[in-house]
T-cell receptor, first 113, second 116 residues
């Protein structure tokens, strides 16, 4: 069935470092891909999404490109800030599975000043 | 538009009791999904409701149930609570405007359930 695999955390970076969080997916159809972020004590918020191959989603300096050939949707940011400390979830949704969302296990990011 | 709201935000129960959690989706959204989030198991899908019908179901025991009302508001119920049911329960809604799975799911802040 459909699934998402994220890199294990936790990840600790210094402020202004480059961030990559790897995400790969398995899907039988043509999924849309999402990155969500969860700040402490809150629910999940959409960070960015891409709905077809080669699309690039971007928001708040974060980017991810939908790569069908490598079934990947890696999250990147050129210069992280302390305020980016949160848990990041990769997810997919596809019409052939009833539009159900499948989430990765989440990657905890801590940015230190 | 108001976001997804969940009530109550915090709840403490004892083993064997039952609990009902409520979720009000964003106005106009017809799909509501529920998730359980724990440190050990991560985010696990419970079920999804669309137009008052359960459309998808995760791998949880029958003690976990839900329903959706005609105004799209949803409730989930957990009977005979166990210690392991302590978790953050998240509700999410989406509009179902597009059939191709492109709709974004919007999450509420969650209900933190503690079972003693």
């Amino acid at each position: 069935g459909d699934s998402v695999t994220q890199m294990e955390g936790p990840v600790t970076l210094s402020e202004e470092a480059f961030l990559t969080i790897n995400c790969t997916y398995t899907a039988t159809g043509y999924p849309s891909l999402f990155w969500y972020v969860q700040y402490p004590g809150e629910g999940l918020q959409l960070l960015l999404k891409a709905t077809k191959a080669d699309d690039k989603g971007s928001n708040k300096g974060f980017e991810a490109t939908y790569r069908k050939e490598t079934t990947s949707f890696h999250l990147e940011k050129g210069s992280v800030q302390v305020s980016d400390s949160a848990v990041y979830f990769c997810a997919l949704s596809a019409s052939n599975t009833g539009n159900q969302f499948y989430f990765g296990t989440g990657t905890s990011l801590t940015v230190i000043p | 538009k108001a976001g997804v709201t969940q009530t109550p935000r915090y709840l403490i129960k004892t083993r064997g009791q039952q609990v009902t959690l409520s979720c009000s989706p964003i106005s106009g959204h017809r799909s509501v999904s529920w998730y359980q989030q724990t440190p050990g198991q991560g985010l696990q899908f419970l079920f999804e409701y669309f137009s008052e019908t359960q459309r998808n179901k995760g791998n949880f025991p029958g003690r976990f149930s839900g329903r959706q009302f005609s105004n799209s508001r949803s409730e989930m119920n957990v009977s005979t609570l166990e210690l392991g049911d302590s978790a953050l329960y998240l509700c999410a809604s989406r509009p179902e405007l597009h059939s191709g799975g492109t709709d974004t799911q919007y999450f509420g802040p969650g209900t933190r359930l503690t079972v003693l």
